[in-house]
T-cell receptor
Framework: EAGVAQSPRYKIIEKRQSVAFWCNPI?????LYWYQQILGQGPKLLIQFQNNGVVDDSQLPKDRFSAERLKGVDSTLKIQPAKLEDSAVYLC???????????????FGPGTRLTVT | DAKTTQPPSMDCAEGRAANLPCNHSTISGNEYVYWYRQIHSQGPQYIIH???NNETNEMASLIITEDRKSSTLILPHATLRDTAVYYCIVRVANSWGKLQFGAGTQVVVTP
């Protein structure tokens, strides 16, 4: 089974520029997550999709970050304009289960390391 | 959401058992304890989870105290490949799968 794919793996941009990250989840997974991980910290959820609808975007800086998941499969996360504090690893994850109790498991991609100079 | 407390770091000798503690004193009755780990330059990887009973899988064992206020992740025979940051996470039921990561425990397995 193929894992979560992300691209690019690394990106260096100057502040005020824009950047986009792409994620392809595991086939059949309905739920997709984008996390931001700043160096030395644990990942922080930015946005969660259920199919192509947004479930949680409470921690997404909406003035500069946007995300979409067209057709409920691939997803793109965009930053415009970037700030120095956006330097981080952006992780995409997917899972096949969503609500209720019981088990679920999130599968993470390798991440995109963004450096804003 | 309940929060967890973990030691920032610990060392373990290769081949020995690694016991990783986690405190979650405010956990609610319907919240699960999850463990993930993150090897350097990789995304987090699911290890194991439990509600109240002890659990074991091919990677590790999870021991949850009877009052559920703490738990221990056990790696039975640590290898160098187990060097990673280990995250103990309490998941709120019906929270659409949201995971809240803390800083975790940096485990270094030495030869």
């Amino acid at each position: 089974e193929a894992g979560v794919a992300q691209s690019p793996r690394y990106k260096i941009i100057e502040k005020r520029q824009s950047v986009a990250f792409w994620c392809n989840p595991i086939s059949g997974h309905a739920t997709l997550y984008w996390y931001q991980q700043i160096l030395g910290q644990g990942p922080k959820l930015l946005i969660q999709f259920q199919n192509n609808g947004v479930v949680d975007d409470s921690q997404l800086p909406k003035d500069r970050f946007s995300a979409e998941r067209l057709k409920g499969v691939d997803s793109t996360l965009k930053i415009q304009p970037a700030k120095l504090e956006d330097s981080a690893v952006y992780l995409c994850a997917s899972s096949s289960r969503t609500s209720g109790g019981g088990s679920y498991e999130q599968y993470f991609g390798p991440g995109t390391r963004l450096t804003v100079t | 959401d309940a929060k967890t407390t973990q030691p920032p770091s610990m060392d373990c000798a290769e081949g020995r058992a690694a016991n990783l503690p986690c405190n979650h004193s405010t956990i609610s009755g319907n919240e699960y304890v999850y463990w993930y780990r993150q090897i350097h330059s990789q995304g987090p990887q699911y290890i194991i989870h439990g509600l109240k009973n002890n659990e074991t899988n091919e990677m590790a064992s999870l021991i949850i105290t009877e009052d559920r206020k703490s738990s221990t992740l056990i790696l039975p025979h640590a290898t160098l490949r187990d060097t990673a940051v280990y995250y103990c996470i309490v998941r709120v039921a019906n929270s659409w799968g949201k995971l809240q990561f803390g800083a975790g425990t940096q485990v270094v397995v030495t030869p």
